[in-house]
């Protein structure tokens, strides 16, 4: 059974940073580009960014570009998601997934073993 780990989330004040990490079992984490997303109070689950398998392309959705930076260390067989200047629009709940990809694109819209994770909390308030 797949199953994905999040972990890192934290109450921080905005303009302040946090990383964001995933791991998985069940699955060979570096053969699967791997996607962020989060849930926000009262609202669905939104694509937040992903990764290829390993040649590091990678995508974010409007909000966050410029400030957060995906990246994977698939010897750890870990993903990571750097968040600066957050913002209280940030709070949310965050979980990492295996995502659809092809040559030179991940999808964030398909997602692969409907298996989410608990995720990690990320409130930004001050």
């Known amino acids: 059974q797949v199953q994905f780990v999040e972990s890192g989330g934290d109450l921080v004040q905005p303009g302040r940073s946090l990383r964001l990490s995933c791991e998985a079992s069940?699955?060979?984490?570096?053969?699967?580009?791997i996607g962020w997303f989060r849930q926000a109070p009262g609202k669905g689950r939104q694509g937040v960014s992903c990764?290829?398998?390993?040649?590091?392309?990678?995508w974010y959705t409007d909000s966050v570009k410029g400030r957060f930076t995906i990246s994977r260390d698939n010897a750890k067989k870990m993903v990571y998601l750097q968040m600066n200047d957050l913002a209280p629009e940030d709070t949310a709940v965050y979980f990492c997934?295996?995502?659809?990809?092809?040559?030179?694109?991940?999808?964030?819209?398909?997602?692969?073993?409907?298996?989410w994770g608990p995720g990690t909390q990320v409130t930004v308030s001050s």
């Open positions: 997934a295996a995502v659809g990809s092809g040559l030179g694109y991940c999808n964030p819209h398909t997602v692969l073993f409907d298996s």
């Open positions: 990764i290829t398998k390993s040649d590091g392309v990678t």
């Open positions: 069940g699955l060979t984490m570096d053969y699967y580009a």
